[in-house]
T-cell receptor, first 110, second 110 residues
Framework: DVKVTQSSRYLVKRTGEKVFLECVQD?????MFWYRQDPGLGLRLIYFSYDVKMKEKGDIPEGYSVSREKKERFSLILESASTNQTSMYLCASSLIGKLFFGSGTQLSVL | QQPVQSPQAVILREGEDAVINCSSS?????VHWYRQKHGEAPVFLMI?????EQKGHEKISASFNEKKQQSSLYLTASQLSYSGTYFCGTTGGNTDKLIFGTGTRLQVFP
């Protein structure tokens, strides 16, 4: 069965901290995505990676960076967390356009 | 950049029909539909790739008008299990980067 695993279900961080959100897929997919989900705003794309070390900015990349050193792992980095980055973060990988999502990480920045 | 979905919310009785619309200001290559139940990750429903294409999935079908840059999702004879938030996602040109709309919340009551 297809599996996308996000390292934490809930995370609480302080303003200014550097935060790493990890995502691992076991399907050898080339494409991986990071979205954030906020009420009324839907799923907004932060970054997209189409191969190892290859990335494209999404609609809201400000304040975030990503790392993809291995095909199966896609990390989202908040360089200096701020309260407006409190959100649900969803990772996904895709095959022929079909996305498989992880269960999400609810990040609270205090 | 995000496609626009309408309506924002729909309330139905079991057995009733609904239509959810998705439109974009940009040229579309494909339209994707996902459903997210409360507290769960979004789940793939279908992809439409060609202009004027229509696809079906149980009693849920969709159309894609490439020229109008629009897609519609049709839910017929709705069931309680159809409740959730529906998202359309779009890609443009030669990329798998998927941009989602703001979602339509559907509630089906007995």
């Amino acid at each position: 069965d297809v599996k996308v695993t996000q390292s934490s279900r809930y995370l609480v961080k302080r303003t200014g901290e550097k935060v790493f959100l990890e995502c691992v897929q076991d399907m050898d997919h080339e494409n991986m995505f990071w979205y954030r989900q906020d009420p009324g705003l839907g799923l907004r794309l932060i970054y997209f990676s189409y191969d190892v070390k290859m990335k494209e900015k999404g609609d809201i990349p400000e304040g975030y960076s990503v790392s993809r050193e291995k095909k199966e792992r896609f990390s989202l980095i908040l360089e200096s967390a701020s309260t407006n980055q409190t959100s649900m973060y969803l990772c996904a990988s895709s095959l022929i356009g079909k996305l498989f999502f992880g269960s999400g990480t609810q990040l609270s920045v205090l | 950049q995000q496609p626009v979905q309408s309506p924002q919310a729909v309330i139905l009785r079991e057995g009733e029909d609904a239509v959810i619309n998705c439109s974009s200001s940009k040229a579309l290559y494909s339209v994707h539909w996902y459903r997210q139940k409360h507290g769960e990750a979004p789940v793939f429903l279908m992809i439409l790739l060609k202009g004027g294409e229509q696809k079906g999935h149980e009693k849920i079908s969709a159309s894609f008008n490439e020229k109008k840059q629009q897609s519609s999702l049709y839910l017929t004879a709705s069931q309680l299990s159809y409740s959730g938030t529906y998202f359309c996602g779009t890609t443009g040109g030669n990329t798998d980067k998927l941009i989602f709309g703001t979602g339509t919340r559907l509630q089906v009551f007995p």
